[in-house]
Structure formats: structure tokens, C-alpha cells
């Protein structure tokens, strides 16, 4: 991990008037951008052996400049570079999994966020303890996949956007379907609705809903679209397809708007709250935006299955705000209200707290 006292130098010496909001160019890098912009700052688009034409399509999203390397690995030779131009990288789910965690952290270029949190959200082990340290329920875990009895989820560690998940309801299904080269976690299937609520805590804040450091805001909330179990569920029992050579699986292909019973928002709220207090009790507390991943039962009850320290991907229906934001302030999307912490931060000197 790059030390905190190394990165206070580098932020340091930056040039504060001349700050430039960088991130990876995939996942939601075009809100980020139009979030940045809308609050004064240039952007970079880091463009990892890729084409870059689409952002002539979308030029509010668009980035100022774009920095090219070969693979994500090279940043780490290149950081000097990143650190001339007075970057702060944003991190997004995409650009983490591909650079993989430990490179991450060790990236000598000031990050939005607190770095501590990649190891608990990528292990799923310490994101259990994480999650049912902080009060909130979750699908019981299998130790054993021989105990399978009933329909089960298998889940692999990092943000792999539902790549490789997949369904089974005993241990031959298991057998059919798991990679054994990957960690790989086991836990009850739910039944409910599945909503992602996405927040985002400042610990810099001091008005809204107060936590004991900071604020707490809830600023939008999706659904996913998953190739190809939802159209499986509507074509048939799953074990008739596999029969067939069809098997299901939760890659996620797009993001739907929701807006839950106003009933849920003091729970919703609470949970977010208790995942906070947690994060600041295991490693410092995370800063920014995080979701939450919940199944809804049909008795209300929300189960958390997953939790993601940074901006996803669900957030990109509210590039113009979302029906939550928009009661914070108006057109505010995720990226760019992490712009206007950046700014907060810089204006009142406390840029060290919400980087690291």
C-alpha cells in the first residue's frame, strides 16, 4: 500500500487551481467526466489499449485529454506522469478488477476514496464480516458445497459484473458449473426483488443526516438487467435448458431506475448508516459513494448480499439526477457530486481527508 505520508507530499505539492479529475475510460467514466466538468475541473481519460472514438458521440462526456497505455500495470511506471498533470484518480468498479486490488494500492497518484476498503470489499470473506458486523442480515453462507440442498448462489471474489455467477440446487449442479481456479463463495438463493442502493457518505460534511463523523446521503437506487437469467426465468424451468446446452448467467448488460416504497427509506437509510459506523470502526471508514446490494423479500425484510465501496455502474440512469438527488439538490449524478467533494475539500483545505 502507497504510504498515507507519500501521498500528502504529492498532494502537497500539486498545483490546487489546477486540479484534473482522471479515470479509467469504461464503467461510468462518462458521468464522471460530465460531473467534473460541470464543477470546473479538466479531465483525463486513461485509455488502456483501446479505441476512444465512441466519446465523439457523447462530447459533455468527453474527457480533456486522454492518457494511452499498452496495459493497467504500466500505470504504475507512469504514475510520474499522472503526478505532473496534478491528477486524482477517481476508481471505478472496472478499473480496480482490472488493475487488480494490490497494484491499485500501490499506485503513487492521490485516489479519490480510502484504498484500505479494496481488501474488504474484494474478499468475500472479510465482506462478510464487515457486512454482519454491522447488524445487517445476510443470505446464510454454505460451507460445504456437498450440503447443498436447495437453490444456492455461487459468487467469485472481486467486481467481475456477475461474470461466472451461476445458480445450483445441489452438489452435482456445483459440479457442473464451478471454477475451481477462483475463490469462490456459497450462499443461500433468495427469493425477492433485487435493488441496488447507492449512497454517499462525506466525512467532511456537517448538514443532513448526521452519522457520528459526517454525513450520510441516499442519491439514487437501480435494477440490472442480467444476460441471460431473466429472459431464462421467463422461458422455462432451468433444468429443462441445461438439457438443452442453456445455462444461466448474471453478466450484467444494463441498469434500470427504481424508486422503492417510501416506507423502505428509514431501513434503507439505517442500513446505510450501520455499513458507515462499521467501515470506520474496521479500517477508517470508507469516503464517497458505495452501494449497497439488497434483495427485498416479499415480507420487507432486505437482506444485503453484496456491498461496493465506490461508484457502480447502476448509477449511470442519473447522469441528470435521480429522483433521491434531485430532493438534495437538482441534476446532481454520483459523479459529479464526487467532483463537488473534491471541491468542497480543496476550498476548505482537506483534501488529504477524502484522498488517500
Not at 455467477?165 to 445441489?170: E, H, N, P, Q, S
Not at 439488497?294 to 439526477?321: H, M, W, Y
Amino acid at each position: 500500500m502507497v504510504s498515507r505520508d507519500r501521498i500528502d507530499r504529492i498532494i502537497d505539492g500539486y498545483d490546487k487551481d489546477n486540479l484534473v479529475i482522471a479515470t479509467a475510460c469504461s464503467h461510468t467514466s462518462l458521468q464522471i467526466f460530465d460531473g467534473a466538468r460541470k464543477e470546473g475541473f479538466r479531465t483525463l481519460g486513461i485509455a488502456v489499449g483501446q479505441k476512444t472514438k465512441f466519446y465523439d458521440a457523447f462530447p459533455r462526456g468527453k474527457p480533456d485529454e486522454f492518457f494511452f497505455v499498452d496495459s493497467y500495470t504500466q500505470l504504475l511506471d507512469r504514475a510520474p506522469e499522472l503526478v505532473k498533470k496534478n491528477v486524482i484518480i477517481v476508481p471505478h468498479g472496472s478499473f480496480v478488477e482490472y488493475m487488480n486490488t494490490k497494484n491499485f494500492e500501490e499506485l503513487e497518484v492521490p485516489t479519490f476514496g480510502n484504498r484500505m476498503v479494496l481488501d474488504w470489499e474484494s474478499d468475500r470473506e472479510k465482506e462478510r464480516v464487515w457486512i454482519t458486523g454491522a447488524g445487517l442480515e445476510m443470505p446464510r453462507k454454505i460451507e460445504d458445497p456437498k450440503l447443498i440442498d436447495k437453490p444456492v448462489l455461487v459468487k467469485y471474489d472481486g467486481a467481475k459484473g456477475g461474470r461466472g455467477f451461476f445458480i445450483a440446487k445441489d452438489y452435482p449442479d456445483f459440479k457442473l458449473g464451478i471454477d475451481h481456479s477462483q475463490r469462490f463463495s456459497i450462499q443461500e438463493y433468495i427469493l425477492g426483488t433485487r435493488y441496488y442502493i447507492h449512497y454517499f457518505y462525506s466525512p467532511i460534511r456537517t448538514q443532513g443526516y448526521r452519522l457520528s463523523k459526517g454525513v450520510l446521503e441516499l442519491l439514487s437506487i437501480d435494477r440490472r438487467d442480467e444476460s441471460n437469467i431473466d429472459e431464462m426465468y421467463k422461458l422455462g424451468a432451468q433444468e429443462e435448458l441445461k438439457k438443452l446446452g442453456f445455462f444461466p448467467t448474471f453478466v450484467v448488460t444494463g441498469n434500470v431506475p427504481v424508486v422503492v416504497r417510501e416506507s423502505l427509506l428509514p431501513k434503507l437509510l439505517d442500513m446505510g448508516e450501520r455499513a458507515v459506523e462499521k467501515s470506520l470502526e474496521l479500517f477508517g471508514g470508507m469516503i464517497g459513494p458505495f452501494c449497497l446490494e439488497c434483495i427485498v423479500t416479499d415480507n420487507l425484510q432486505v437482506k444485503v448480499f453484496e456491498i461496493s465501496s465506490r461508484i457502480v455502474a447502476g448509477t449511470n440512469p442519473f447522469v441528470s439526477g435521480s429522483p433521491y438527488s434531485d430532493l438534495l439538490e437538482p441534476g446532481v449524478s454520483t459523479g459529479r457530486r464526487m467532483a463537488q467533494e473534491i471541491k468542497y475539500a480543496k476550498e476548505t483545505g482537506q483534501l488529504g481527508a477524502v484522498l488517500s
